[in-house]
């Protein structure tokens, strides 16, 4: 690794005065050491906080100006569908693995009830194997021979037979249409949670079921695309439907996303309402400015709603709008649920430049309903009858769908409608089960890979996999930032406040204290990390600190982007802005862990510089000091609880265990509280994992327990771990979970090196201290 000069900013502190406190008082010293770097003492708000998000800001930005220079270039329709089509395949692949369509699907009739002018059958589908669907689908009490077929795909909220939903049907069925409404995967009768459909779980609940998707390799847009698909099989198998004439009419509040993604890769759908996606949301300011062109968000935001933010959509190029435009020259509603600046709305006028390039503008229509997303009827037209009202005349030129006017309703008793009998209940086996199958066969192909190779050649692979899910992790290159000020002394230790940029926009804020040594020695040095930052981990672990400290041995505590002294605040749940800045570095192919892999792997970089520590000899400690859920906790807890179960904080386990994998002279390892296996997270549908702990595709490659068994034979020791719903993994089951990492170090001739859940091991100082020892 080449060497590298970090700029090193110490700021001032009042040093402790001579006799103060004798040598052997060590750890009282270090309690009583402001860690601070950048701000010194209590402050109301630290001056780094917004760093992660500013920085992620604007390598968004980046990716908008490139999308914006790309489209530059496309001035016809060959060039559009060179365009095209990469960006179709990259969107493709992004959703993840897709099984075989089915040959047959296997369709079960519940139940069947007449209306007035209408008849709904309540249907059970085998969308995925093992994988239920239901779907209420209605017909015309009259059926003719040829009928336009309808799918509703419906918002990120209440299930399939809510009363609005009962009013489109029966209105779009009673004026001759084929319309079928499924229910998400996790929504309604499919949903993976106990609590009552009176309050919005479903909609909370896609945050965890999006985290499964994404370990195991697939993304929660993929499978309700692919839901979407086998509802059109099922469509297109009812007698009379019409093929030419097959619409998806999406709600707003999440529909918009599925139903673009949907007909951008599915033929079938001849004519789509995408509402509220692929330009201007409800929550952008009206109206837009005038130079809307250039300033436009086209890439938007990261969000814990995953559907709303595809994963590495800003960095392939399918941008929302993209997604719209793909879809031409089929048949496209540009739907705004509220007020739209149609004059400056640059989305619009890219929309009408492709369809253009097909002499198909008719076929490109854009309706808007009134007032802002805040307030109610009458003022705002928050999908109510009065939206979808106004599409019936452009159903009616396009699809000569009657007009009926006004919407129709006559709401049926919610048990009509309910399609999971008792019996197909047993049957019935929810999403998370369905994932947690496939990302254990595809961790098990991935060992079955990795098995014929030697040490040296599994470590290279699961380099070039882990790289691959986490984005850039290579050491940053580091500029100069100031003048170095004098170094502190506790006691004989120095202490040194570093001011470390690993990459432009981003300051590690870094405390190296550095023992005594004998003339011609250098120390070695053990890095801690951890999510609560460098200042918790010498409050809590002021022992250890010193004892290492004594024993010749130099302590490096740095803060990662986003933790400690540039935390972006201490909120973690899925709405607070590091989930929003790590759901948003999907977009761009990168994640936050990725970017704190980069900036330990920079600061072990910087100490290979110094003349005053051995860099030849380091050791990685990932510590944590959130508390574990107890055994016996009930974790199914709602979102809307007003104290819920906590969640893991794995961080330092993780960059211990990525860092050794990518830095081979690291000497030991140490993970405490950290997480035993991704695949772990899968075992309920109740997650406590943060955000920015998610390695989409993890599964795929292997899992964490692999990654202990590359760092053999150097010393191991795990301890405290915690699965995927913060509960303390017991030593017995741990070390089943670790087998791979077992039969590595057994393979290598060292067993003893690897301490899993030790009951007579040495203090954790004491066993560094011996690892590191030359």
């Keep these: 690794m080449p060497r590298t000069t970090l700029a090193v900013l110490a700021l001032s502190v009042a040093v402790v005065p001579a006799g103060a406190a004798p040598p052997d008082n060590l750890a009282e010293q270090l309690r009583a050491l402001d860690p601070g770097v950048v701000v010194r ?38 060039g559009w569908e060179k365009f095209r089509e990469t960006r179709l395949r990259a969107l493709r692949a992004s959703l993840g693995t897709f099984p075989d369509p089915p040959k047959e699907l296997k369709v079960r009739v519940t139940g069947t009830h007449d209306g007035d002018g209408y008849r709904v059958e309540n249907l059970v589908v085998e969308g995925r194997p093992g994988l239920l669907m239901a779907a209420n689908v209605y017909r015309p009490a009259k059926p003719t021979a040829s009928m336009p077929g309808v799918l509703v795909v419906t918002s990120h909220q209440q299930p399939k037979h809510t009363a609005w939903r009962q009013d489109m049907a029966m209105t779009w069925a009673r004026a001759g249409c084929v319309v079928i409404v499924p229910d998400h995967v996790g929504h309604g009768e499919r949903k993976q949670h106990p609590f009552p459909e009176s309050h919005p779980h479903d909609y909370h609940f896609r945050f965890d079921a999006a985290i499964q998707f994404y370990l195991m390799g697939d993304s929660l847009m993929g499978w309700m695309v692919w839901d979407q698909m086998r509802a059109i099989d099922l469509l297109l198998k009812q007698p009379g439907v019409d093929p030419k004439r097959v619409l998806a009419v999406s709600e707003p509040a999440g529909g918009g996303d599925v139903a673009a993604v949907t007909a951008a890769l599915d033929p079938r759908i001849t004519a789509v309402v995408v509402n509220n996606f692929g330009g201007p949301q409800p929550e952008t300011p009206y109206p837009l400015p005038p130079d809307a062109e250039t300033s436009f968000d086209y890439a938007g935001f990261g969000s814990w709603e995953s559907t709303r933010n595809l994963r590495l959509s800003a960095r392939d190029g399918f941008l929302p709008w993209f997604v719209v435009a793909s879809i031409a020259p089929r048949r496209v509603v540009y739907y705004h649920e509220f007020y739209w600046d149609r004059e400056r709305d640059p989305v619009w006028k890219r929309l009408q430049k492709v369809w253009g390039f097909y002499g198909a503008s008719d076929d490109l229509a854009g309706i808007a309903g009134r007032g802002f997303v805040v307030g109610a009827e009458p003022l705002n037209t928050h999908w109510i009858a009065e939206s979808r009202e106004i599409l019936y005349p452009q159903f009616k030129k396009w699809f000569d769908i009657p007009n009926p006017g006004k919407e129709y309703s006559n709401r049926r008793p919610v048990e009509d409608l309910l399609c999971v009998t008792p019996e197909i209940a047993k049957e019935h086996r929810p999403a998370h089960e369905l994932a947690a199958r496939l990302g254990a066969e595809r961790t098990g192909r991935a060992r079955e890979s990795l098995a014929p190779m030697n040490a040296d050649e599994r470590r290279k692979q699961l380099r070039r996999d882990w790289s691959t899910m986490l984005g850039d992790v290579a050491p940053g290159k580091p500029s100069r930032n100031g003048d170095p000020l004098p170094a502190e002394m506790l006691g004989d230790v120095r202490v040194e406040r570093l001011h470390l940029t690993t990459e432009p926009g981003i300051v590690v804020p870094t405390l190296l204290l550095v023992p005594p040594t004998p003339k011609g020695k250098r120390p070695p040095v053990v890095v801690a990390v951890s999510q609560h930052g460098k200042a918790e981990v010498l409050k809590q672990r002021t022992t250890e600190v010193a004892s290492l400290l ?193 039969a590595a170090y057994k393979a290598a001739g060292q067993p003893a090196r690897l301490l899993i859940e030790p009951k007579d091991a040495p203090p954790v100082a004491d066993w560094l201290t011996a690892a590191l020892r030359d």
């Excluded at 630290?46 to 100006?65: D, I, K, S, T, W």
């Design 550 to 742: 004594r024993a010749g041995v130099a302590v490096c505590l740095p803060d990662v982007r986003g933790t400690g002294e540039t935390a972006p605040g201490n909120d973690r749940d899925r709405r607070s802005s590091v989930t929003a800045t790590a759901a948003g570095e999907l977009m761009l192919g990168r994640t936050v862990l990725g970017g704190r892999v980069r900036d330990l792997r920079s600061v072990l970089a910087y100490l290979r510089t110094r003349a005053d520590v051995d860099a030849r000899r380091i050791a990685l400690w990932g510590d944590t000091f959130a508390p574990a859920n107890a055994a016996d906790a009930d974790l199914k807890v709602p979102y809307t609880a007003a104290k819920r179960p906590g969640q893991s904080e794995p961080l330092g386990g993780l960059l211990a265990l990525i860092g050794a994998l990518y830095e081979d002279d690291v000497r030991a390892v140490i993970a405490r509280g950290g997480l035993s296996d991704y695949q772990s997270v899968l075992d309920t549908p109740f997650t406590y994992l943060p955000f920015d702990a998610v390695v989409p595709g993890v599964l795929t490659t292997g899992d964490l327990p692999d990654l202990a068994a590359a760092i053999a034979p150097r010393p191991l020791r795990l301890e405290s771990l915690v699965d995927g719903t913060n509960r303390r993994v017991p030593a017995d089951r741990l070390t089943r979970t670790c087998a791979p990492a077992v």
């Design 41 to 78: 003492g209590p402050v109301r708000q630290q001056p780094l906080a917004g760093m992660l998000a500013r920085e992620h800001a604007a390598r968004l930005r980046e990716a908008v100006v490139a999308d914006r220079a790309a489209w530059a270039e496309v001035r016809d329709r060959a």
